[in-house]
T-cell receptor, first 116, second 109 residues
Framework: NAGVMQNPRHLVRRRGQEARLRCSPMKGHSHVYWYRQLPEEGLKFMVYLQKENIIDESGMPKERFSAEFPKEGPSILRIQQVVRGDSAAYFC??????????????FGPGTRLLVL | AQRVTQPEKLLSVFKGAPVELKCNYSYSGSPELFWYVQYSRQRLQLLLRHISRESIKGFTADLNKGETSFHLKKPFAQEEDSAMYYCALRVVSNYQLIWGAGTKLIIKP
């Protein structure tokens, strides 16, 4: 099992461009979570998805950010018209189930987004 | 609101010395607490969770509800313990993890 995969590992964008971050969950996992980590801070929850459904997007900025997890293919976090403040590390995690005392979230290596 | 505080950004100790990484949380109910570790150039991985009451790599953590703490301890630090350590809280029957800012642990030879 290759674990949670994220690509690209590093992404550089100019202000106003779009950023697309991809996450492939572990085999057998159908729950995906996205977190953002700003410099010197802990991770902050953004969105929780299951296949073809957004379950909780309470941590997503209201504008420019969107996420999807299609029936086939990876989950995608999309940031339109990026601004310098979007520069951060974006982590994806997956789990077999959601909640529950035995559920563990497994993390990908993250995508470092730099907006120039 | 739920919150996790790791008061030390950086902790440096000598090899063989005891280590304690502090974690305090605020939550009025019964939380689940976790410690995650990120070694250099590796991904975040779960170190231990309070529900399991296990010891991993010599580390232990006890949930103290009276002090709302979940400090991570190891009696004798090893050089390979150098890493970033994150404390995280999950509200029971929820899935969101609430994270501390992390503590960088450096073990000096």
């Amino acid at each position: 099992n290759a674990g949670v995969m994220q690509n690209p590992r590093h992404l550089v964008r100019r202000r106003g461009q779009e950023a697309r971050l991809r996450c492939s969950p572990m085999k057998g996992h159908s729950h995906v979570y996205w977190y953002r980590q700003l410099p010197e801070e802990g991770l902050k929850f953004m969105v929780y998805l299951q296949k073809e459904n957004i379950i909780d997007e309470s941590g997503m900025p209201k504008e420019r950010f969107s996420a999807e997890f299609p029936k086939e293919g990876p989950s995608i976090l999309r940031i339109q018209q990026v601004v310098r403040g979007d520069s951060a590390a974006y982590f994806c995690a997956s789990s077999r189930t959601s909640g529950g005392p035995q559920e563990t979230q497994y993390f990908g290596p993250g995508t470092r987004l730099l907006v120039l | 609101a739920q919150r996790v505080t790791q008061p030390e950004k950086l902790l440096s100790v000598f090899k063989g010395a005891p280590v304690e990484l502090k974690c305090n949380y605020s939550y009025s109910g019964s939380p689940e607490l976790f410690w995650y570790v990120q070694y250099s150039r590796q991904r975040l991985q779960l170190l231990l969770r309070h529900i399991s009451r296990e010891s991993i790599k010599g580390f232990t953590a006890d949930l103290n509800k009276g002090e709302t703490s979940f400090h991570l301890k190891k009696p004798f630090a090893q050089e390979e313990d150098s890493a970033m350590y994150y404390c995280a809280l999950r509200v029971v029957s929820n899935y969101q993890l609430i994270w501390g800012a992390g503590t960088k642990l450096i073990i000096k030879p």
